[in-house]
Structures are given as structure tokens and as C-alpha cells.
């Protein structure tokens, strides 16, 4: 009797194995003839699911004049955090590599490139963009920064896409002392390419603020 019995568990338990054999093995021939291109959606999806799961840390910085209390990925830059977390798309991504200046903001009063900025290292501190570097609400009835109104004084721009880049440098670049002279602010402005060559204005914007006083 104990034998049958002892048989009969043997058979249930190999029965339950060839079910999950053929369960396991059905989900594998599915994902095989899953197209490659689906494969690599359906890993990037749970690759990123995992991330924002596990690798999330909080993040306590300034903005613009606001606190802000966030969760992000440690390897997320400044520049992607201000573009596609808080929506501060003035600050543009160019070369993404620290080479065109496109996305230059002001971390603690100094001029960095976003793009090279790791945002967790910005715990504690103080971000400046373009948005911000009026200060007020940025409405349609808000000042603009006196280096703002001497770009288009001067029309220090055409196509506009390094605008803001060149804006927040210039401002950087009376505060450091470096714009005494034109050759000087050519020196120190390099950093900021402009495509469309509107350098010589952009070098007379700095000019005009530099010697007219205006607090930058």
C-alpha cells in the first residue's frame, strides 16, 4: 500500500515537472521568434523599470530661485534633468560633449556646461538658467536681463539656438573680469560657438553692458 502510494507521488511529481518543463519552454520559442527588434524594446522597458525601481536617489537643489526636492538616476546630467525632468528647455543640447557651450548655466554664480554635469552634484546648490537669469516668473510682463536686451540691441543672434548659451557665458564673463577689451572677451567667450558667425556682435552686446554699468 505504502508502495502505491509512494509510485503515485512520483508520477504527480513528475507530471508537475514536464508542466513547468513545457510552460518554461513554450515562453522561450515565443521569445525567440520574437522579432529582434521587439527583444530589444521589451529589455530596454524592463532595463528601465528596474532602473527607476532601484537606482533612484534623492536630489535637493535650487532652481532658478525654487527648492527642489527630486528622486533621478545618479547617471542623469544637469542638462537632461533641466530639459526633460523640469521642462527648462532654454538651455539647449548641442554637441553634448562640452564643446559648443550651448548648454552653459550658472551652478553657485559659475558658468558650467550642463551637458558635463553630473545633476547629483549639484546637491545643496544653486542653478541659474536662462529662464531664471532675469529673475521673476518669466511671464510675457517680466523684465529681461540687461545682457538679454543687448543681444537684441546689437542683434547678437540669427538662427538663436546658441542664444541662451552665449547669454549666461557673457554674464559670466563680466563677472570674472574678463571683458576689459574685445580681444579679452573673444579669449574668454570661446568656449560658445555660434554657427551662424554672429560673433562680432555678440563681442559688442558684451562691450555695451560691460561699459555701461549695468549689474549682471
Known amino acids: ?3 502505491n502510494e509512494n509510485n503515485r507521488d512520483e508520477l504527480e511529481n513528475a507530471d508537475s515537472s514536464r508542466r513547468i518543463f513545457l510552460k ?14 521587439a527583444r530589444t524594446a521589451i529589455d530596454h522597458g524592463v ?6 525601481a532601484f537606482e ?3 536630489l535637493q537643489v535650487t532652481i532658478n530661485g525654487t527648492l527642489r526636492q527630486l528622486r533621478i538616476e545618479p547617471r542623469v546630467t544637469l542638462l537632461d534633468l533641466l530639459r526633460e525632468q523640469l521642462g527648462l528647455t532654454g538651455t539647449k543640447k548641442g554637441c553634448d560633449h562640452g564643446q559648443c557651450g550651448a548648454c552653459t548655466v550658472h551652478l553657485d554664480g559659475q558658468r558650467v556646461n ?7 552634484t549639484t546637491e545643496g546648490s544653486q542653478v541659474t538658467t536662462i529662464e531664471g537669469l532675469a529673475g521673476g516668473d ?6 529681461l536681463h540687461p545682457m538679454q536686451e543687448a543681444f537684441i540691441k546689437h ?3 540669427q538662427c538663436g539656438y546658441c542664444t541662451p548659451g552665449q547669454i549666461m557665458s ?4 563680466i563677472r570674472e573680469g574678463h571683458a576689459d577689451s574685445p580681444e579679452e572677451i573673444r579669449e574668454y567667450m570661446s568656449g560658445n560657438i555660434c554657427r551662424c558667425g554672429a560673433y562680432s556682435n555678440i563681442v559688442a552686446a558684451i562691450m555695451d553692458v560691460k561699459e555701461g554699468g549695468e549689474k549682471v
Do not use: Y
Open 114 to 120: 550642463a551637458c558635463l554635469t553630473l545633476a547629483m
Open 1 to 3: 500500500m505504502a508502495q
Open 170 to 173: 557673457a554674464v559670466a564673463c
Open 138 to 143: 518669466n511671464g510675457p510682463t517680466s523684465q
Open 56 to 58: 533612484q536617489l534623492p
Open 47 to 52: 532595463h528601465e523599470k528596474v532602473a527607476l
Open 155 to 157: 542683434d547678437g543672434f
Open 24 to 37: 518554461q519552454s513554450s515562453a522561450l520559442a515565443a521569445l525567440a521568434l520574437t522579432p529582434p527588434a
